[in-house]
Nanobody, 114 residues
Framework: QAQLVESGGGLVQPGGSLRLSCSAS????????MSWVRQAPGKGLEWVSD????????AYADSVKGRFTISRDDAKNTLHLQMNSLKPEDTAVYYC???????RGQGTQVTVSS
């Protein structure tokens, strides 16, 4: 069945970088717009970024614009999120998901702290 598995999270100091990956299986990955969302402790889900099928169109939340970059490798069925200049307020569980429906992975924890 359709599945998404995130990886790449961890503990990083403010100003540092991380690259998240999401491996897709069980569906035609290249045909779907994909998203990253996050959930900070005690808060609801927050949209972070979208990328269109084919990768030609991207969008970012104002809170991450200029610091995060979404990309996809359709040959490897993989979605990425490059996160630079990380701030403590970026601390959250990050999920990749299909933009059109509720399919998402189990999440990967990102903690930004000194």
């Amino acid at each position: 069945q359709a599945q998404l598995v995130e990886s790449g999270g961890g503990l990083v100091q403010p100003g540092g970088s991380l690259r998240l990956s999401c491996s897709a299986s069980g569906f035609t990955f290249r045909a779907y717009d994909m998203s990253w969302v996050r959930q900070a402790p005690g808060k609801g889900l927050e949209w972070v970024s979208d990328i269109s099928w084919g990768g030609g169109v991207t969008a970012y939340a104002d809170s991450v614009k200029g610091r995060f970059t979404i990309s996809r490798d359709d040959a490897k069925n993989t979605l990425h999120l490059q996160m630079n200049s990380l701030k403590p307020e970026d601390t959250a569980v990050y999920y990749c998901k299909r933009r059109i429906d509720a399919l998402r992975g189990q999440g990967t924890q990102v903690t930004v702290s000194s």
